[in-house]
Nanobody, 118 residues
Framework: QVQLVESGGGLVQAGGSLRLSCAASGRTFSNSPMGWFRQAPGKEREFVAAKPWSGSITYYADSVKGRFTISRDNAKNSVYLQMNSLKLEDTAVYYC???????????WGQGTQVTVSS
């Protein structure tokens, strides 16, 4: 059974930093994309960042470019999201996602809450 387990969420003041981690189990994702999405109260889930299985290419939502950094460790079957200069509007539940194939996302974690306070 595939599981994605996020950790690292919490309460932080605006301008602060958090690092989210996602550990996958049940299959290897070394040949699949992994990424992060978020859902704020009353809003739809939105894309945050993604990284293909290899290479240096990364993708970011415009709202987080220059502040968030996605990285992954294929040996650990894990993906990370370093979030700096956090803003109030970054408050959301953050979900880890992974693909079954070479593109798209098929597996989802349960989410971790990130709350940014003023």
């Amino acid at each position: 059974q595939v599981q994605l387990v996020e950790s690292g969420g919490g309460l932080v003041q605006a301008g602060g930093s958090l690092r989210l981690s996602c550990a996958a189990s049940g299959r290897t994702f070394s040949n699949s994309p992994m990424g992060w999405f978020r859902q704020a109260p009353g809003k739809e889930r939105e894309f945050v960042a993604a990284k293909p299985w290899s290479g240096s290419i990364t993708y970011y939502a415009d709202s987080v470019k220059g502040r968030f950094t996605i990285s992954r460790d294929n040996a650990k079957n894990s993906v990370y999201l370093q979030m700096n200069s956090l803003k109030l509007e970054d408050t959301a539940v953050y979900y880890c996602a992974a693909g079954r194939g070479s593109s798209g996302f098929d597996y989802w974690g349960q989410g971790t809450q990130v709350t940014v306070s003023s």
